[in-house]
């Protein structure tokens, strides 16, 4: 080399930094109409959905689950729908995390 070049250094390689997906909370809502073997089994296991159905009924709603918005919102519409075409005023709703 002589005096006159220039020694260049490669730039170093940095990852960009990915944020977590903002997290929804599945929110049920207790309403006197929908049957409680029909909430059940349209929550998820027997005995959980059990214990979350009582919740919503003793403190007026529950949360089902927390997952991203995507997976949340379709959650809350198909449960919603299948309640529709049963006839029953379910309500769940899909809600930011703090």
Request: glycine letters at 4%; a negative charge.
């Amino acid at each position: 080399m002589s005096d006159n070049d220039i020694a260049l250094k490669p730039k170093t390689k940095s990852k960009p930094k990915l944020d977590r997906p903002k997290l929804y909370k599945v929110i049920l809502f207790n309403d006197d109409y929908t049957p409680r073997e029909f909430v059940v089994m349209i929550l998820m296991s027997e005995e959980t959905g059990y214990r979350v159905m009582m919740t919503a009924h003793k403190m007026g709603s529950s949360v089902v689950v927390v997952c991203t918005k995507d997976i949340a919102e379709t959650k809350v519409k198909e449960a919603m729908d299948y309640a529709k075409e049963a006839g029953f005023p379910l309500m769940l709703t899909a809600e930011p995390e703090e």
